[in-house]
């Protein structure tokens, strides 16, 4: 039997960035060892019977908390702002579970060990958004010269969220964490901690981010105990874009030593003239190569 399992959501729009993940997993012989499970936002019959050949189990996502009608009408792919919380409800016989966003592909299975080595003890494993080459962690905006407005993603969905302002203000400048890849242990305490933080966070707040805010606030306010990966355990692209190594044919971190890159993550998508990577797989952008030259390439699986 199988005792981890890596999860992801997608709705029909998302179905062949879901796909290109599961192949991404599934090239690996290691995965054979590790089921892979999918909570079904939103996918066609067909879609889901293509996948049934691929994959362990499919769930139907539900609304694991209660949410405003007029919030999410039409919009089932927000499921993933809150099932995600709820894991071990859906995918009950598993140890250990990986959360990967639909959009982002395996390219290292030792990201995936990590991943699954993080989780022990009761530990959440996940990867803060800071590293060599960020150069802009928070948006400040200066009036008078020295009077500074913080917007930084966490503080604005704290305030929005009416978490309060102290609590929103231990968050301002905290490094922020992606909710995209993580993982829990199924008796992990940081599961009740985040399910009660979401609560609060979809009180007032959007849904969309919810489910991030809700993290960082179990992490930074609640101290839940968590083990920080590196930066390639989940690689977001938007922030700094990778370079290819033509030799080994891979990814790898724009910086000395280069390590691979783990694990790609498309959030916030990849533009080209009002086209997203994510949607469009014709799209492709210069790439600038351990050899100090360039190539053009798409940052999607198999692409």
């Not at 709820?86 to 995936?112: G, R, T």
């Not at 993080?118 to 008078?144: D, F, H, R």
Request: charged share 25%; proline share 3%; aromatic share 10%.
């Amino acid at each position: 039997m199988k005792k981890n399992t890596i999860v992801s959501l997608a709705d029909s729009n998302y179905f062949d960035l879901l796909n290109e993940l599961i192949d991404s997993i599934k090239q690996f012989s290691n995965s054979s060892s590790t089921a892979i499970c999918i909570l079904d936002a939103g996918l066609s019959e067909d879609q889901k019977k293509i996948l049934s050949t691929k994959v362990d189990e499919i769930k139907s996502a539900e609304w694991n908390i209660e949410v405003s009608s007029i919030k999410v009408r039409g919009k089932e792919w927000l499921k993933s702002q809150v099932s995600r919380a709820f894991l071990p409800n859906y995918f009950p016989k598993y140890e250990k579970y990986l959360w990967i966003d639909c959009d982002a592909w395996v390219n290292n299975w030792d990201a995936i060990e990590l991943y699954f080595r993080a989780c022990e003890n009761g530990k959440l494993g996940i990867t803060q958004t800071l590293g060599p080459g960020y150069k802009v962690m928070s948006k400040v905006s200066w009036l008078l010269g020295k009077l500074a407005i913080i917007k930084s993603q966490n503080f604005k969905h704290a305030i929005s969220s009416k978490v309060g302002l102290d609590k929103a203000r231990k968050l301002a400048f905290a490094p922020h964490i992606n909710i995209g890849v993580f993982s829990l242990e199924k008796h992990s305490p940081c599961w009740k901690i985040w399910q009660k933080n979401l609560e609060k966070t979809l009180s007032f707040g959007k849904i969309f981010g919810s489910e991030g805010l809700a993290i960082n606030m179990s992490v930074y306010i609640d101290n839940a105990e968590t083990e920080f990966l590196p930066l390639n355990c989940n690689w977001i692209a938007s922030n700094l874009l990778p370079k290819f190594d033509k030799q080994n044919n891979t990814f790898v971190e724009p910086y000395l030593p280069n390590y691979k890159i783990g694990i790609m993550h498309l959030a916030a998508g990849i533009w080209i003239d009002d086209k997203d990577m994510r949607i469009d797989k014709s799209i492709k952008i210069d790439i600038k190569t351990l050899e100090n030259d360039t190539v053009t390439k798409s940052l999607r699986y198999g692409h």
